[in-house]
């Protein structure tokens, strides 16, 4: 069938010489993958491969088989044309490793609107803004929230907070307990909206912590998830 659709690029894959595989987040299908033949020799034609910049989001007509893993685009054009994702150096390395994360943790091959919309407005925000060293430690926070681990608040004063049982806790359990500087970053960040993120103040070293603090969560919950390649890259530049 003839479909449209809002999409978000998670990755895209050279296939043979002139082919590519293109992975979206798309608002009525969930996770699709993209077939286009010849898309990175020609010239001509109503898809061309300057549009499937990571996390670039954009509205598609497809051709959408439920038994097909590989879909077609037929015509696609910018849903939102950013203005700093992807020519500021910091946004850009944000960008990369966003899109690494959400390729790996969204495997869902239903539609989520909520999740989608999520997606979509804050990465609109990030576009507008001037300060972004802290954007991805909130992204990843509450995007938990949509892939069902969010943290469990029955008893948000206690000392603890165990990774892999998602719940706070008045003792330590086991090696996922944690406490310190991560537990109050945690806290603070539970209760805060992107408007609000700049009154955080948090040094290199913290948000490196928190951090790995974070993609440890993700790989607790999720079968299916790996740590980003571009991490290291992430890290250097972020780094103390």
């Known amino acids: 069938m003839i479909a449209k659709t809002n999409a978000i690029v998670l990755s895209k894959i050279k296939y043979g010489e002139n082919d590519l595989i293109i992975k979206c987040y798309t608002k009525e299908f969930g996770v699709v993958s993209f077939l286009q033949k010849g898309i990175l ?51 850009s390395t944000i960008v990369m490793f966003l899109a690494e994360v959400l390729s790996t943790s969204l495997q869902e091959e239903e539609a989520n609107k909520s999740l989608y919309e999520y997606l979509e407005t804050a990465l609109q925000w990030l576009d507008m803004q001037g300060s972004c060293a802290n954007f991805h430690l909130l992204f990843l926070l509450k995007l938990t929230k949509h892939l069902g681990f969010y943290p469990e608040q029955s008893i948000p004063n206690s000392p603890f907070f165990n990774l892999k049982d998602g719940r706070f806790q008045e003792k330590p359990t086991d090696f996922y307990s944690i406490s310190g500087e991560n537990l109050t970053l945690l806290k603070q960040l539970l209760g805060t909206i992107f408007d609000d993120l700049s009154a955080i103040k948090i040094n290199a070293k913290q948000r490196q912590a928190f951090l790995a603090m974070l993609l440890l969560y993700f790989d607790l919950h999720l079968g299916s998830f790996k740590k980003p390649k571009s991490l290291e890259i992430f890290n250097q530049l972020f780094s103390p």
């Open 41 to 91: 020799k020609a010239k001509k034609g109503k898809v061309k491969k300057a549009y499937f910049q990571l996390l670039t989001q954009l509205q598609l007509e497809i051709t959408y088989q439920d038994n097909r893993s590989l879909q077609y685009i037929k015509e696609v054009k910018p849903h939102v044309i950013y203005a700093t994702l992807h020519n500021d150096i910091l946004k």
